[in-house]
Structure formats: structure tokens, C-alpha cells
């Protein structure tokens, strides 16, 4: 683990700023291993000491990683001047860390959307070579029909010419359906239902890999992950598109 000043141990394990966190050490609110500790610059390793703050145990952790349940009308970004984001979703404490969304998510659509400030996750979950299956749930008009199966299997070729990587259609009662890709080329989704002559009416991101959205996350919130949970249902857990 890296060795940090206390006080920005302080700032990115609470809702603190690093100047209240400086005043919080100094006034004799902050201890190390039981014993009241008033030196901001005291170097620790957060692995090896016990940190409290007003008697309560800090959290500390290099990497963070966030699954939201983000709602359609929200932007996939982290800022934007005129439109609200996901970043805007989340507290002032968490968005310090450095979070950014892994991935994309158009603005009308909804569902699991991964959050973390760990780059070399995010680049790997995103590398084409992983191929990490993304589960959709897709409300379309017409309805999506059995023809439409062996073209997704096939790979659809998209009006601009490109042909999509092979890709799982199920067909559901009435006007929906669940689309598995393990690409993320521009509104992907939309693209292919319009190249079979379908539009998409929503469309909701349920999986990607073996995560799933959980049942009971309401749209808007969201849930800290384990690392270990995290990479074994993403990386260890996928669905092939030909199951």
C-alpha cells in the first residue's frame, strides 16, 4: 500500500476537505493506533494503522469501484456545463475520489453502469480482446422477430457498412427482447435494431459479464463493490453470446 499524509488519508476517507481535515488532526479528533495524533504531515501506511476519526474507524481505498442503476436523461460523462451527469448522482465525498464511468451508456438509456477510478480496469474491461459480454434489455417497434436471430448471430451489418461482432438475440413476451454484445461501438444497440428495420423504444443495460444489475437498487442509486467480487462476476463469470 502506498504511504500517505494523514491528512489526505483523512480527506479521501470522509466527507472532509483537506483544510478541515488539517484542523480536525490538530484539534485532537483524529488517532492512530488508539493515540491521538495532531500532525497533519504524518506519513502511514493505511494497511498497516488503525485511523479514527471521532472514535470511528476510516475506510481507505486506493481504488474504488461503484455500480449504479443510472436513470434514462442523465449524461454518461464525468461534467458537462449544461446537462446533468452520473457523477452528479453521487456525493461530494465519493466524486473526489476520481471517479469516471467505465464505459458507455447513451443518455436515454438506463441500467448498470460501472463507476471506479481504477484506469487499468476500466481499460481492460473495455479492451476488445476480453470481449466481455454486455446484457441489454430492449423495448422495440415493431417487435424484434425470429428471423432477426441468425442476423445478430451472423453479425449485423450496420448502414454505415461495418459489420458488428456476432451477438445474442432472445426474444420476450410481447414487444421485448434481450440483446447480448461484446462490443461498445456508438449507440451499438440502437444501430442494429434500425439496420433489421426496428427501432429501439428503451433499453436498459442489465449485465455486463457476470454482474448483474441487483434486484432492488432503485434508478439513481448505487452500491460499492468489492474488488475480488468485482473482477471474479466481470471476468470469470461472463456469458458467451453462443450459450
Not at 432472445?170 to 444501430?191: A, F, N, S, W
Request: hydrophobic letters at 40%; aromatic letters at 4%.
Amino acid at each position: 500500500m502506498p504511504t500517505l499524509r494523514l491528512d489526505k488519508l483523512l480527506c479521501d476517507s470522509s466527507a472532509l476537505s483537506r483544510s478541515e481535515a488539517r484542523i480536525a488532526i490538530r484539534t485532537g479528533r483524529v488517532s492512530v493506533d488508539g493515540a491521538a495524533e495532531r500532525r497533519p504531515e504524518r506519513k502511514l501506511d493505511p494497511a498497516a494503522h488503525s485511523v479514527t476519526l471521532d472514535g470511528a474507524p476510516l475506510r481507505w481505498a486506493e481504488y474504488v469501484y461503484y455500480l449504479l442503476n443510472k436513470p434514462a436523461g442523465v449524461l454518461t460523462a464525468t461534467e458537462d456545463a449544461a446537462q446533468r451527469t452520473v457523477l452528479d448522482l453521487f456525493p461530494a465525498e465519493i466524486r473526489k475520489s476520481g471517479i469516471f464511468p467505465v464505459g458507455r451508456l447513451d443518455k436515454d438509456a438506463a441500467g448498470l453502469l460501472l463507476l471506479t477510478n481504477d484506469g487499468a480496469f476500466a481499460h481492460e474491461l473495455m479492451s476488445p480482446r476480453k470481449a466481455v459480454p454486455k446484457i441489454y434489455r430492449a423495448l422495440t417497434d415493431p417487435p424484434m422477430a425470429e428471423g432477426d436471430i441468425p442476423a445478430f448471430a451472423e453479425g449485423v451489418i450496420l448502414g454505415d457498412g461495418a459489420r458488428c461482432a456476432p451477438a445474442k438475440l432472445e426474444l420476450l413476451p410481447g414487444t421485448e427482447c434481450r440483446i447480448t454484445v461484446t462490443e461498445g461501438r456508438y449507440h451499438q444497440v440502437k444501430r442494429m435494431v434500425a439496420a433489421r428495420g426496428k427501432r429501439v423504444r428503451s433499453l436498459e443495460r442489465i449485465a455486463i459479464g457476470g454482474l448483474r444489475l441487483p434486484d432492488g437498487l432503485d434508478r439513481g442509486a448505487y452500491a460499492r463493490l468489492e474488488p475480488g467480487t468485482l473482477m471474479k462476476s466481470v471476468f470469470q463469470s461472463s456469458t458467451s453470446v453462443h450459450a
